[in-house]
């Protein structure tokens, strides 16, 4: 088997936030050594550019272009599965090799790359997002018609709407039987969601208790969708692994997330992404782009309390409501609100691996892990204008994107 080299470049130590010399030798999809003065049969010359893991997104919908829900309603449904394979397909092109699907794929989407049958990042799925009626989940209109613009249950994709505990306990059965990786709740309201609101509290305690002991049977862990308060308390309180969005944070939850390890995914995306598809193109309902204006600095401010009192967080950008392939402006807006940048590496490398139980395979360039790698211009430590300096993507030993043409030789 050939080894592949990747030589004379700084490599990025997302554990110890430095970079230094070295070369990465990987031999099929792994990572063999790293070092000085290392050989291999073939060479890809790095000299003047940083090394990085592959980047990690613990929060997109590949199955979503936009929120458009005129254009959605009036979309074939096989046609998203294509348009999916197109999402994958830039997400890993962009740098990001490992995704998390937070509602939309199906457990053929994840085979179809697992299988090399379409090109993307390694996947785990949510499928659904289990919501109460009326909830975050929940598509009826105003009109009284139940539309199914973000998430048409099909096979392999049940509904996902519960009332009550007996209901929610088949539900999650449900989930892990198409193959769920990890249980998605909506504990609050939405933005984009027609009927909710992002600061009302959603579901019961009895219906996330037997949530949390159906999961935790199945061995996967939950994440929720929590934008208020109460109901970002309400799922740190039950248990949850990780609070997307966490758009209202108080002391106090901020306070419950470190005693109790709750991860933050803070998607600062995705109100950006709201605000400018409304003002550019239109298609965005008024009561979405109102709520996203809304939540824009209250957002910035809950994310800031929560790095400031060592909260652990992870990257996540909503990629479907922000567009796929600019995933790393996430690391940008991080940066913005007071994240370091050496931190919003780790956010996307060491930490992202962390929260999907990963660390042993993915999120380091050391031996035996991963050869999943991205080479970017230039060695400074910075998020500013990341996907810019992307020159080269390796996705499990494979050169899947490279803008570079350096060979050290063939």
Not at 41 to 64: E, K, N, T
Not at 302 to 314: M, P
Not at 343 to 352: E, N
Request: net charge negative; aromatic share 2%; with cysteine.
């Amino acid at each position: 088997m050939k080894r592949l080299l990747i030589c004379g470049g700084h490599i990025f130590d997302p554990v110890g936030g430095t970079a230094a010399s070295g070369d990465v030798v990987i031999e099929g999809d792994r990572v063999v050594d790293v070092g000085l003065n290392l050989d291999g049969d073939q060479a890809i010359d790095a000299s003047g550019r940083l090394v990085v893991p592959g980047f990690i997104d613990c929060h997109v919908h590949v199955m979503l272009d936009d929120v458009d829900t005129l254009r959605l309603i009036q979309t074939p449904f096989s046609l998203r599965f294509f348009q999916a394979a197109r999402n994958l397909e830039r997400t890993l092109r962009a740098g990001v090799t490992t995704v998390r699907d937070a509602a939309g794929a199906d457990l053929g989407v994840k085979q179809a790359v697992s299988t090399g049958l379409i090109d993307g990042p390694d996947m785990q799925i949510a499928i659904g997002m289990l919501s109460q009626t009326g909830g975050h989940g929940d598509e009826w209109m105003p009109s009284g018609e139940c539309i199914h613009g973000l998430w048409p249950p099909h096979p392999g994709h049940p509904s996902t709407v519960v009332d009550g505990a007996d209901e929610m306990r088949r539900k999650v059965r449900e989930l892990v039987r198409a193959g769920a990786d990890v249980i998605k709740v909506a504990t609050s309201g939405g933005v984009i969601s027609p009927r909710s609101d992002p600061r009302r509290a959603e579901l019961a305690e009895e219906e996330l208790a037997v949530m949390m002991a159906e999961a935790r049977a199945a061995h996967v862990h939950v994440m929720a969708h929590a934008q208020g308060t109460t109901g970002i308390k309400n799922a740190v309180r039950a248990g949850v692994r990780s609070i997307e969005h966490g758009v209202y944070l108080d002391d106090e939850a901020v306070e419950m997330m470190v005693h109790n390890g709750t991860w933050l995914v803070p998607t600062l995306s995705a109100p950006h992404a709201i605000l400018r598809q409304a003002d550019a193109a239109g298609g965005v309902l008024e009561t979405t782009r109102n709520k996203a204006a809304s939540v824009l600095e209250a957002h910035k401010a809950s994310v800031a309390l929560a790095y400031s009192a060592g909260v652990r967080i992870a990257m996540g950008t909503d990629a479907g409501i922000s567009r796929h392939g600019d995933n790393l402006l996430e690391l940008e807006l991080m940066n913005e609100v007071g994240v370091s940048p050496v931190d919003a590496l780790r956010a996307a490398s060491t930490s992202a691996a962390e929260l999907l139980d990963g660390g042993s395979d993915i999120g380091e360039l050391t031996p035996g892990k991963r050869a999943d790698l991205v080479i970017l211009d230039g060695l400074d430590l910075s998020v500013q204008e990341l996907a810019k300096r992307v020159r080269t993507v390796i996705h499990r030993g494979v050169v899947v994107q490279d803008a570079s043409g350096a060979v050290c030789r063939p």
